[in-house]
């Protein structure tokens, strides 16, 4: 079946840290990919998406690069900020939508 | 565009009283979702429906639980009785089904549920 496993947190970095958050996939077929972003007492918002093999999502700073080959599609950011303090999930869309666990960020000054 | 709207955004209700959650999705989404987190389980699916029709509701804990949707604009999910346990944030999400495997899911802002 389609499923997602992401990396577990919490992970805490120093801003202007690199960050690195790892989510790979199974699914058959042609999955679309999700990373999506959830801020304190809000509920999830798109981040970024990727529809195809080599694809990449970005945005705000953030991106992520659909890997068919190893499926995986791991969002980085090159220089995080307290305000993206967060909790991400990643998805796929399979025809039917499945979410990671989440993985909480804490951004130190 | 509004975005998904849910109603109430807090409520704080007693063992055994009976509990509606509102959801109003995006205007010419035909997908609607409801979803349950908790700190110990995560984000759980309880039940979607596609164009008004209840799809896959094996998400749902119990019977205690049950779900509505009248028409497009409109859909409720209802605990009776409610217990302690149930005590979570609902969130409500919309997609459009023409978008496929390609469409994203659209979040309301939450239900934060205190059952005691």
């Known amino acids: 079946g389609n499923s997602v496993t992401q990396m577990e947190g919490p992970v805490t970095l120093s801003e202007e840290a690199f960050l690195t958050i790892n989510c790979t996939y199974t699914?058959?077929?042609?999955?679309?990919l999700f990373w999506y972003v959830q801020y304190p007492g809000e509920g999830l918002q798109l981040l970024l998406k990727?529809?195809?093999?080599?694809d990449k999502g970005s945005n705000k700073g953030f991106e992520a690069t659909y890997r068919k080959e190893t499926t995986s599609f791991h969002l980085e950011k090159g220089s995080v900020q307290v305000s993206d303090s967060a909790v991400y999930f990643c998805?796929?869309?399979?025809?039917?939508?499945?979410f990671g666990a989440g993985t909480r960020l804490t951004v130190k000054p | 565009d509004a975005g998904v709207i849910q109603s109430p955004r807090h409520e704080v209700t007693e063992m055994g009283q009976e509990v509606t959650l509102r959801c109003k999705p995006i205007?010419?989404?035909?997908?609607l979702f409801w979803y349950r987190q908790t700190m110990m389980r995560g984000l759980e699916l309880l039940i979607y429906?596609?164009?008004?029709?209840?799809?896959?509701d094996s998400g749902m804990p119990e019977d205690r639980f049950s779900a509505k949707m009248p028409n497009a604009s409109f859909s409720t999910l209802k605990i009776q009785p409610s217990e302690p346990r149930d005590s979570a944030v609902y969130f409500c999400a919309s997609s459009s089904l023409a978008s496929g495997t390609l469409g994203e899911q659209f979040f309301g802002p939450g239900t934060r549920l205190t059952v005691l």
């Open positions: 429906f596609n164009n008004n029709v209840p799809i896959d």
């Open positions: 990727a529809t195809k093999a080599d």
């Open positions: 699914a058959t077929g042609y999955p679309s």
């Open positions: 998805a796929l869309n399979n025809n039917d939508m499945r």
């Open positions: 205007s010419g989404h035909n997908s």
